[in-house]
Every structure is written in structure tokens, then in C-alpha cells.
């Protein structure tokens, strides 16, 4: 089993890593020989995970060469303080020689169409009555704007998801196409409340192919992680 990355963040501003967190990282475990076979061992991958929080998958990720040695790690994250985490965790614990570049960005609009060859979604999966809103003019003062902000709107904003949890993920899963590469593939993070079986015959519908990879009971909870790709 591979080690998990140390973590120490302020969990007031930040999403504590947690089971979800970890099934996650079982997933890429379980899958990093598919991996370095799909996206290529030799070849240059994009690698984005987004909603980085804390960092401990983007870090994870690094340590252990997913999908190769020679990827490119760009987390995104709206919460500024969970990119300066992400630094922090990477710092803390030995990552090699990686191109890293963390960006504050609302999913993956500030990438490149059709460039991204692994991406990596933990999302605001729980139902809600809404979607708590981004700060409008976070992009002129970042800096401002997260003193200002009161810490528990970071953790609704890393929580919550809408009608059926599912608001920001749909907002991911519909445009995949044009945020994945031709050999891009897709890990994704659902509860059961999701109705993920939907999703998935949603999504095959339009022509992705879609494997279960991960299952696990936590607490109330039943999390599933789904792989996507062409
Ligand atoms: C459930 S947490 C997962 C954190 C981390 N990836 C993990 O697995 O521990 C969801 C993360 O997504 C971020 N997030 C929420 N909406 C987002 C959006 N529209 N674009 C980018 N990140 C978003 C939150 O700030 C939060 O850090």
C-alpha cells in the first residue's frame, strides 16, 4: 500500500482530508498500472485535479509518479487558502523534481481546451438547496477577498452541491469533452445520493465509456469513484 501524504492545513478554510479523500487515492492506487499504460509511460500528461483543498491527491499523485514520471501537475481550486495548502503539503513531503503549478480557478477555465490527459474531481457532492456563490471579484484581489470571506463559506463551497449534490459536477461532466485530451480520462467522485448509475448511463449515452473503479461504505454515506474516457 502506498503511503499516505503527511497533511497539516487550517480545516477552518479548508476541506479536511477525509473518507472520500482517501477512497480517492485508493482508486488512483488501484489503477496506476492502467494508467501509466493508457496515458503512456514515456510521453508528457497534463494532470488536473480539481477542488485540490488540502492537496493530499494532487501530492499523492506526484510522489508516486501517476500516471508517469514525466506529467505536469496543474490543481485547480475557487478557495485560495486550499492553494497555498496544496503548496504547503507538496513542500512537506518528498516529491522529486515535478513540474507543479496550482491555479485559482473556477473548475478548469483557465486550461487550455482539450489538453488535460487525468483529470481528478472530489466535488461538492451533497445535496443542497444551492450551490454557495464564488466571490464575483475574487480574480482582481485574491488576497482581500479570502481575508474577508468567513471561513464557513469556503467549507459550503467545498460541500455542497445543489439539487441532487450534483450542480458543479454537471457542470464538469457536460463539458468533458471539451476539457479532456484524445486520450484524457476522468476519475470522479460520487455519493449514492448522486445517483451515479444515472449518470454513468447518461454519460455512455453521449459515448463515454464509464468503469466502476472504487466502492466503500462510510459512515451513512456509500461513495463511488467512476473512471470516464472515449
Ligand atoms: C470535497 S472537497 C475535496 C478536496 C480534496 N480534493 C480532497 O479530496 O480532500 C471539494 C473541493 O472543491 C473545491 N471547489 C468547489 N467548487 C469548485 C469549482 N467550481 N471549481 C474548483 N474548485 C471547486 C472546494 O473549494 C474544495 O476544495
New binding site residues.
Partial sequence: MLPTPHVSCDYDK??E??E??FL?LDALEKDRAFLTQFLGSQGVNLVC??????G??TTFMMQNNIPSKYSIYVP????PW?LESTVGTVQRNECGQRFFSPVRT??VHSIREQEIDLLVF???YVPAETVPA?PQDWELDPTKVASEQRPDD?LD???LGGDDGMV?TWQLLNNLDSFLSAKGVAYILFCARNKPLDVVKHMQEQGWQSELVEHRKAGWEVLSIYRFHR
Fill in positions: 479548508v476541506y482530508p477525509s472520500d479523500s480517492l485535479e480539481v477542488g485540490c483543498g488540502s493530499i491527491v485547480t481550486d475557487v478557495n486550499a473556477n473548475l472530489n466535488p461538492p464564488v469556503w463551497l467545498a460541500l458543479v
